[in-house]
């Protein structure tokens, strides 16, 4: 629409209308589509949300009350960019576009019948886009919640949390300040058979609100499926806190109005027992397994080679040829 308003300032001079405040307009619109395309941050998108406005005025606010094409090209450009904006629009930017549509009326004193009509027509188009819009923005936001975070519990899903545990990986450093813990629940299959599924569903409610509330609030929990979880932590001490969290999920309530847990926990440290969402996850569940061997209620801290080191000598290569057979 910039580039055609453009072209129509210049080749077809509108009456009553200067072609070059009207191409400074079109231009202002070209150029703030770029900056919505380019540079999405809330910052820019406030300062040009507010700019594409002006184009407005200087557009249709210094011609007269009639309806031009180049109105009609303005019009659309500002309905598109609502939608592109997902039907966000700044106080600053609203203000403007009722200010450029009556300029025309309050400069002549006269309105034509297709000018109120076009005003009319334009105040419902843009509040229309912009209700619509703001619609089908909750529901992709609802549709991209509900994909990454799984419905009984409220957990991250096992695609988001390994996404979110490849980005925290590939940021730690090397200080021991972040873990990866695995929690497996020992009963679960048990409460389902003797108390219902029912139970077993609050059970793994009550498993991931202990697990938030102990790994504290920057800590990101996934559930992988199952009765399995896991839980990514920044602390100065992880084992103190894998060790805490470990005795609030199996904390036993004496009222026994909530179901009991029995849990094992695995933990790994990032980055040193891997890199990526893939080594972390099989070094975890290595530590996992060694704490279920060692009995209930069990904490095990994994401790072999890091699962990053693709060598001969690394855990990664190891445990490949275990699976393989290779190494039996």
Known sequence: MGVAGLAFAVLWPPAGTS????????????????????????EWVQVEESLASISGVLIIGFGPAVVTPLT?????????????????????????????????????????????????AAVALLLTCGRVTQELRKLLDQARYDADHDGLTGALSRTAFRDQLDRVAAQAADDGAAALLLVDLDNFGQVNKTAGHAAGDA????????????????????????????????????????????????????????????AALGMALIPRDGDDAEGLLRAVDVALRVAKRSGRHQLSVYAGESFSDHGPGGARETLTRLISGEGL
């Open 72 to 120: 009609l090209l303005w019009l659309t450009a500002v309905a598109s960019g609502v939608l592109a904006r997902g039907g966000r629009a700044h106080w600053v930017g609203r203000a403007l576009l009722l200010v450029a549509l009556a300029m025309p009326i309050v400069r002549h004193h006269t309105i034509s019948p297709r000018y109120a009509c076009l005003y009319l």
């Open 203 to 262: 059970l793994l409610r009550l498993a991931v609100e202990r697990l938030q509330a102990a790994a504290g609030p920057e800590s990101v929990v996934g559930r992988l499926g199952g009765d399995e979880f896991a839980a990514i932590v920044r602390t100065k001490d992880p084992q103190a806190l894998a060790e805490a969290l470990l005795a609030s999920l199996n904390h036993e309530d004496p009222t026994d109005r909530q179901p009991t847990i029995h």
């Open 19 to 42: 072609p070059v405040l009207a191409g400074i307009g079109f231009a202002i619109v070209l150029a703030t589509s770029v900056v919505q395309l380019l540079a999405p941050r809330q």
